[in-house]
Structure formats: structure tokens, C-alpha cells
């Protein structure tokens, strides 16, 4: 969770590059680097399931985190090409939380004193693996005046090391899927954010944040949104659209792969999905799922059940039912 080892599914791609598909994306790293300590610090990409928001992750994770030195990973890739490489590899600490992993941990029996519910072992577990590093565990201990709240021993960190982290929250609306009913859990869930994210202090600890997500953050809660964040969706994309899937013109290069045994006008036929600006994007998952089984089908369906996409239409959001039931009775979109 703190500069995580460098075992994830990003440089398990590249370690298969050349036997498996690989697209190098790795090119995003030097436009998301220029966000760093800018007012333009905080993102959130919510994009739908089997788009590579993990593996986008973790190449960035891969590249910043101080945890070990990536150049063997990155050299020869379209980042080693840029003039700034180097600029910002492995220079950083990391925070990186994955929902899903800590949802796992948190349904084990064992149980922690004081620990209500899942959003107060998030931040417990988060502070723990702080306090388990060296070059934090005595700070800690010392400035037991930090508490238990996550911005209050982040802040005491930062103004004595005078570093600050980046920090990533994958799937960050998982609660929306897992817990769908509790809305006293959810509301917890945003006031940590809130807090963590919406505040004075919050610049002085994190020169970078990335969540990601399938359900665009501004739309949850009763109360304000995380209004510090520049959010990019299907919808509005721009100007990562590129990085959100795969291109026409890279789905052009797989089908020229050799042990590619499928046509680009198959594959387009099937798969050509998102028109975003001048760009068409396919789902990654699908088009590798049709090379590896030398068959299109549907796999992105294969992804979660039909009741979860009914429960996100019935959500109506930017007023996504009508236009299904636009669609279903035979009438064309704009």
C-alpha cells in the first residue's frame, strides 16, 4: 500500500509484451506528471468495467513510487522517448489503495477495537502501514497528538519530512455495488473524503491524487461532491479519450499480429464501441478475450450481471434511462 512492490498487472503485461498484446500506454505517464503540485493535482477517470482503469494505475503507480527503481520496466517503452524521462521516476512516495483488497481483509473475522464500520478500517489499515515504515513509525509514536484520523498523521509527516505523497484510490465507489443499501455507510464514506481531499491541509500532503471508479463521483451523496477534482468519463473525456480503451488504429495493429487468426472487420464489427471526439474506443478486455479464444463474443458481459447495468440505468444519470428507452423502442440518438 506504501510504494507497493513492483508485482502488478502492469509489469506482468510488459513482462509478457512479446507474447502476449500489449499497448503501450506509458505515454500518459508524462501528461498526468504534469499535473504534480499544480492546482490541477486531483483526478478522478470513471470508466466502465474491463477499461484498464487497473492497469493504468499501476503504471503510473509503477513509475512514481520511490519503493524501487523501474527504469528496466520502462526503458524501451513511449515514455523512455520523452525528454522528461527520468524527471519524475521513482521520486515519490505512494499511497495505493485498492477497495477491493481492503473490502477482502476487512471481512475476515478478526475484528479492532473501535472500528465501526468499513470507511473506519480503511483509514485505520492505511495508518497502520504508516506507522509500519521506518522512516515514519518513531515520528508517529512520538506525535501521538496525530490521532487517529488519516489528514492529521499525513500532515505531521509531510511538515516534518517536507515530502508529500501521491496517493491512488482504486474502485472508490465500490460501496455503491457492495453495499448498495447503506446509505449511512456511504455518507461516512464522503465525509472521509471530503475530508482527506477538501481541505487547506490536504494540499500541504498530496502532490498528486488519482481515484478511479465506474460511477462519476459528483453524482453521489446528498451533500457537495469532492468539488476540488477534475473528473473525466465517457461522457467527457478530453483530452485522455485515447487512454481510456483501445484506438481504432491500435485494434488495427493486433489484428495484424501474427497469431491473430481474427480480421479488423471482425473485430470492428463487434467491437467498435465509445465515439469519443474524433476517436472510436474498443473495450481492451474484449478485443484480447476474441484474439486469445479466436471468437468474438461479448465477454465485457461476462463482466458483472445484468442486474447491477439495470441498477445503473434506473440511476438515471445525465438522463441515461430515457435514452435506453429511446433506443429500445427503435429511435435514433444524437
Known amino acids: 500500500m506504501l510504494n507497493p512492490d513492483r508485482d502488478n498487472c502492469f509489469t506482468r503485461l510488459v513482462e509478457f509484451k512479446h507474447r502476449r498484446i500489449f499497448v503501450d500506454k506509458t505515454d500518459f505517464i508524462e501528461k498526468i506528471a504534469d499535473r504534480i503540485d499544480s492546482s490541477e493535482r486531483y ?12 492497469v493504468i494505475s ?25 525528454q522528461n524521462y527520468g524527471r519524475n521516476q521513482n521520486k515519490h512516495n505512494v499511497i495505493y489503495v485498492d477497495m477491493l483488497s481492503v473490502m477482502a481483509i476487512y471481512h475476515t473475522p478478526v475484528r479492532i477495537k473501535g472500528i465501526h464500520d468499513f470507511v473506519d478500517f480503511l483509514e485505520y489499515v492505511i495508518i497502520e502501514e504508516l506507522k509500519d515504515n521506518e522512516s515514519y513509525a518513531e515520528l508517529i509514536k512520538d506525535n501521538p497528538e496525530a490521532g487517529t484520523k ?10 516534518k519530512t517536507k515530502e508529500k505523497f501521491i496517493f491512488f484510490l482504486n474502485d472508490c465507489d465500490l460501496l455503491y455495488h457492495d453495499c448498495r443499501k447503506d446509505t449511512k455507510l456511504h455518507d461516512h464514506f464522503w465525509e472521509f473524503l471530503r475530508e482527506l481531499f477538501n ?34 468519463t465517457m461522457f467527457n473525456p478530453e483530452p485522455y479519450e485515447e487512454y481510456f480503451g483501445f ?24 467491437y467498435e464501441g465509445y465515439r469519443l471526439n474524433n476517436s472510436i474506443i474498443y473495450n481492451p478486455n474484449s478485443i484480447v478475450d476474441a484474439v486469445d479464444r479466436n471468437h468474438c463474443e461479448c465477454y465485457w458481459m461476462g463482466t458483472c450481471s445484468n442486474e447491477e447495468v439495470s441498477i445503473l440505468i434506473n440511476k438515471d444519470f445525465d438522463g441515461i434511462k430515457e435514452d435506453f428507452l429511446r433506443l429500445i423502442e427503435g429511435h435514433m440518438l444524437k
Do not use: Q, W
Open 43 to 54: 483526478i478522478s477517470v470513471s470508466i466502465p468495467r474491463r477499461f484498464e482503469k487497473s
Open 58 to 82: 499501476h503504471m503510473l503507480s509503477t513509475y512514481f513510487s520511490k519503493g524501487y527503481d523501474s527504469r528496466d520496466i520502462f526503458d524501451g517503452l513511449k515514455i523512455s522517448k520523452s
Open 150 to 159: 488519516l489528514l492529521s498523521v499525513l500532515n505531521l509527516i509531510c511538515s
Open 199 to 232: 481541505s487547506k491541509e490536504s494540499m500541504n500532503c498530496f502532490s498528486l491524487v488519482y481515484l478511479t471508479g465506474i460511477l462519476p463521483i459528483r453524482k453521489y451523496g446528498s451533500k457537495s461532491a469532492l468539488d476540488s477534482f477534475s473528473e473525466y
Open 247 to 270: 484506438t481504432d488504429k491500435e485494434v488495427d495493429e493486433i489484428a495484424k499480429l501474427p497469431y491473430c487468426k481474427l480480421t479488423i472487420n471482425e473485430l470492428r464489427r463487434m
